[in-house]
Structure formats: structure tokens, C-alpha cells
């Protein structure tokens, strides 16, 4: 998927540019100077986000973890996994991959974390088509007049994918087909893992109430991100309704996730900021200034859990890598000759 990511980045750069290029660069620059360092509210405030996911995750998790892994291990690896997908070309799945990892130093089954990982892509799916779907009305209601078939035809064309996938997980042998990728993923062998990821993820599906309170924190979660686009056009002296900014993050958010290939969304997001911001009076400099806002966030959110997952990175293959001398050294003692 690599090469798939770098494409889809260097299309998205390019939309950013043309973008950019067809924006008045003065104004933009003017509003941006209206900003103040009340913009960096946004970091902290990220906090809900990270804490709805956390809180859901654990919910999944809490079969296979008697006491491994506590809610701040969880929330740290929460904000690892977005830091992750946001700022490295993983086409959004390395932060998964990066999850499964830093659950296991805690003693969780590789299997049984993927699982509830797998469950919680369904359910982010599903809570990122109901808030397209959330901002589809918004955007109906305030501008009634406006030519809006295609976005209805996306969302009406797109409904029966969540549907499907859970299906497809619930009651399909799904991964038997995916052995050699599940050999890698995991460390177990293909047939093994198949058997036991299927096992595991049919336990996660069937609990229904964890499900439903697991999509309400999500759907929070996604729905908390509107307050960024809030407060930064109060800041950018353009304030909006707090149903236009729902309309804005609910619609961009469902773009990035259709584009999820590219990563972090690169120009996706952008593009929908000022498609949709156009709809209800928001000019594309006023958009651009939004993303950059959200992009800035992204940022100084991410680099802290990246460095310190590298620093425990660090620390955990040195132990290794004495631990595993160590064991050489005393096989080598044993099996020295006597004299």
C-alpha cells in the first residue's frame, strides 16, 4: 500500500496547491492575523476526542484484559494509533498495526486486540456515515436552494457499506481468505490465526449494548471535532452557527474517510472545507485558514505520543537486546565443555 499512499499524497498536495493558487494569498494572510493564541485551545480540547475513543476501546477490550491494560495505557496508545495514521504515509492502518504492538508489551493476544480493533473500524464507519448523513440535512436546511443531488446520490450509494461490512464480519468466514496476512500480522500461522481472529470478532460482534454505547462514543468523538471549526471562524472574525460547523466536520470528516487512502487526508480535506463552506457564504481563504487550523492541531497532537512511543521503542529493544545476550551467554556457560 505504500506506493498507493505516496500517490495519493503527492494528488492531495497538489489539490492544496491549486488550491492555494486560486485563493487571494493577501486575504488569507489578513486572516490569519486575526487569529490569536486563543487558536491553540483546540490542542487541549482534543482531549474529548481521545477520551470517547479510549473509553470505547477499552469497552471492546474488556474480555481480554483482566487489568493488563488501564485506561491511561489505553488513552496513550489511543492518541498513538491517530498520531500515527495523521502524519505517516500508512494509508491509515498503521496506527492499527502500531496499537496491536503496544497492547502486547501489556500481555493482550495479538488476536483478540486485532479484533476489537477490526470492530471498531465498523463502528467508526458506521458513526462517520451518520454524521455525513447528520450533516447532509444541515447542509439541505441551509441552503435549500442549492444543487445538491450528487452529495444525496454519494451518501444514498454508500449506505449499504457499513451494512455489509458487519455482515460480512458477523456471519462470513472473511478471514481464512486473508491467511498469509494474518501470519504477519499476528505471529501465528495462517490457519491458526484465521480460526481465532474469527472466533474473537463473531465474541465482539454479538455483545449488542457494547456495540451501541462503543458507536455513541465514536459518533461523540467525531461530533466534538466541530467545535475547531466553531471557534476558529469566532477567531477568524466570520462567525458561524454551531449547525453549519457540524455540516462542515461532518461532510469533510466523511470525505477523508472515502479518500482513506490518502494520508491524513492531504487536500481531501481541504477541498470539502471550501466546497461545502462555499454552500453556506464561507470563502475559501476563511476555509483554508479552518484546515490549517485543524492541520496545525493534528500536528502538536501527534509529535508528543510519536516521541514518546519511540523513546519506549528505544528502551524496549535495548532491553531486548540484553535480555536476549544474556540468554546466549548463559546457553553458551551450560553447554561449555567441562574441564
Given at each position: 500500500?505504500?506506493?498507493?499512499?505516496?500517490?495519493?499524497?503527492?494528488?492531495?498536495?497538489?489539490?492544496?496547491?491549486?488550491?492555494?493558487?486560486?485563493?487571494?494569498?493577501?486575504?488569507?494572510?489578513?486572516?490569519?492575523?486575526?487569529?490569536?493564541?486563543?487558536?491553540?485551545?483546540?490542542?487541549?480540547?482534543?482531549?474529548?476526542?481521545?477520551?470517547?475513543?479510549?473509553?470505547?476501546?477499552?469497552?471492546?477490550?474488556?474480555?481480554?484484559?483482566?487489568?493488563?491494560?488501564?485506561?491511561?495505557?489505553?488513552?496513550?496508545?489511543?492518541?498513538?494509533?491517530?498520531?500515527?495514521d495523521r502524519l505517516l504515509p500508512v494509508a491509515n492502518v498503521g496506527g492499527s498495526v502500531v496499537g496491536v504492538r503496544l497492547l502486547r508489551w501489556r500481555g493482550l493476544s495479538a488476536v483478540a486486540t486485532t479484533a476489537t480493533i477490526?470492530?471498531?473500524?465498523?463502528?467508526?464507519?458506521?458513526?462517520?456515515?451518520?454524521?455525513?448523513?447528520?450533516?447532509?440535512?444541515?447542509?439541505?436546511?441551509?441552503?435549500?436552494?442549492?444543487?445538491?443531488?450528487?452529495?444525496?446520490?454519494?451518501?444514498?450509494?454508500?449506505?449499504?457499506?457499513?451494512?455489509?461490512?458487519?455482515?460480512?464480519?458477523?456471519?462470513?468466514?472473511?478471514?481464512?481468505?486473508?491467511?498469509?496476512?494474518?501470519?504477519?500480522?499476528?505471529?501465528?500461522?495462517?490457519?491458526?490465526?484465521?480460526?481465532?481472529?474469527?472466533?474473537?470478532?463473531?465474541?465482539?460482534?454479538?455483545?449488542?449494548?457494547?456495540?451501541?454505547?462503543?458507536?455513541?462514543?465514536?459518533?461523540?468523538?467525531?461530533?466534538?471535532?466541530?467545535?475547531?471549526?466553531?471557534?476558529?471562524?469566532?477567531?477568524?472574525?466570520?462567525?458561524?452557527?454551531?449547525?453549519?460547523?457540524?455540516?462542515?466536520?461532518?461532510?469533510?470528516?466523511?470525505?477523508?474517510?472515502?479518500?482513506?487512502?490518502?494520508?491524513?487526508?492531504?487536500?481531501?480535506?481541504?477541498?470539502a472545507l471550501v466546497l461545502f463552506g462555499h454552500a453556506i457564504g464561507i470563502s475559501t481563504e476563511l476555509s483554508l485558514a479552518i484546515s490549517a487550523v485543524k492541520r496545525m492541531r493534528e500536528i502538536l497532537c501527534a509529535l508528543p505520543?510519536?516521541?514518546?512511543?519511540?523513546?519506549?521503542?528505544?528502551?524496549?529493544?535495548?532491553?531486548?537486546?540484553?535480555?536476549?545476550?544474556?540468554?546466549?551467554?548463559?546457553?553458551?556457560?551450560?553447554?561449555?565443555?567441562?574441564?
Open positions: 500500500m505504500k506506493p498507493a499512499a505516496y500517490i495519493g499524497g503527492l494528488l492531495g498536495l497538489s489539490l492544496i496547491i491549486v488550491l492555494v493558487l486560486h485563493a487571494d494569498v493577501p486575504v488569507l494572510v489578513r486572516v490569519w492575523h486575526m487569529a490569536s493564541a486563543a487558536v491553540l485551545w483546540v490542542v487541549p480540547y482534543r482531549i474529548v476526542y481521545f477520551a470517547c475513543y479510549a473509553l470505547g476501546w477499552r469497552a471492546l477490550l474488556r474480555p481480554f484484559n483482566p487489568r493488563k491494560a488501564g485506561v491511561g495505557y489505553i488513552l496513550w496508545v489511543t492518541t498513538v494509533r491517530e498520531g500515527v477490526i470492530t471498531e473500524v465498523v463502528l467508526t464507519l458506521t458513526a462517520v456515515y451518520l454524521l455525513g448523513a447528520l450533516g447532509t440535512v444541515v447542509l439541505l436546511s441551509l441552503s435549500p436552494g442549492g444543487n445538491h443531488h450528487a452529495l444525496i446520490t454519494v451518501l444514498l450509494v454508500s449506505l449499504p457499506i457499513p451494512v455489509v461490512f458487519f455482515l460480512l464480519l458477523r456471519y462470513g468466514r472473511v478471514f481464512p481468505r486473508l491467511e498469509r496476512f494474518l501470519s504477519r500480522l499476528v505471529g501465528l500461522s495462517g490457519a491458526d490465526a484465521a480460526a481465532m481472529l474469527d472466533a474473537d470478532l463473531k465474541n465482539c460482534l454479538r455483545r449488542v449494548p457494547t456495540l451501541v454505547g462503543v458507536a455513541a462514543l465514536e459518533f461523540v468523538a467525531l461530533l466534538s471535532a466541530a467545535f475547531e471549526i466553531w471557534w476558529g471562524l469566532r477567531l477568524f472574525d466570520h462567525p458561524v452557527s454551531a449547525p453549519a460547523s457540524i455540516m462542515l466536520e461532518g461532510l469533510s470528516q466523511a470525505a477523508r474517510h472515502l479518500a482513506f487512502i490518502i494520508p491524513g487526508g492531504l487536500g481531501v480535506q481541504e477541498g505520543p510519536l516521541a514518546s512511543w519511540q523513546w519506549l521503542e528505544g528502551r524496549h529493544l535495548r532491553r531486548s537486546g540484553t535480555l536476549g545476550s544474556h540468554a546466549r551467554t548463559t546457553r553458551g556457560r551450560n553447554h561449555a565443555p567441562r574441564t
